[in-house]
């Protein structure tokens, strides 16, 4: 379920299995998940599809580590769930457990953003292939 667009106060979710692109409230989702006594700072647990009813678990860029393909569809979606990321730890929407300085961003500079977004935070699909057709 990649990420379309990110506004001020929602973004565009994609569904995978059914390719339903919803609405997402940036009120509906919080950083980090909780279960079972296990704290992950670093995954957002999207809303279920209201399509298919897939979940989908977005998981932020490790601290140290560079994209290995800057510029392609995988590296702008990892800068948008950065983003995303970042957005919920700076405005305090964490799942029980965490705070601030329990969950450590990975937030994007302005200037890769700008490189990289010049419309604004979206993200088109990607291209489609063939599949080696010839």
């Known amino acids: 379920m990649p990420i379309r ?3 001020a106060n929602d973004l565009d979710q994609e569904c995978a299995k059914c390719g339903r692109v ?3 409230p940036v009120n509906a989702i919080v950083a980090g998940i ?3 006594g296990q704290v992950n700072s670093n995954v957002v647990a999207m809303p279920v599809c ?3 009813g897939s979940v989908e678990f977005l998981l ?4 140290a580590e560079d994209h290995p393909s800057q510029g392609s569809y995988g590296h702008k979606h ?3 769930v950065d983003t995303l990321h970042a957005k919920l730890v700076k405005g305090g929407r964490l799942a029980q457990g ?14 890769v953003m700008d490189r990289w977004f010049k419309d604004g ?3 088109p699909p990607p291209p489609k292939t063939d599949g080696g057709a010839q």
Not at 60 to 63: E, K, L, V
Not at 100 to 111: L, Q, R, S, V
């Open 5 to 7: 667009e990110i506004r």
């Open 34 to 36: 909780s279960r079972e």
């Open 22 to 24: 919803v609405a997402v």
């Open 50 to 52: 209201t399509g298919c």
């Open 78 to 80: 990892k800068l948008l």
């Open 60 to 63: 932020r860029s490790p601290s």
């Open 121 to 123: 935070l979206k993200l």
């Open 98 to 111: 965490l705070t601030p300085d329990t969950a450590p961003i990975k937030e994007p500079p302005a200037a």
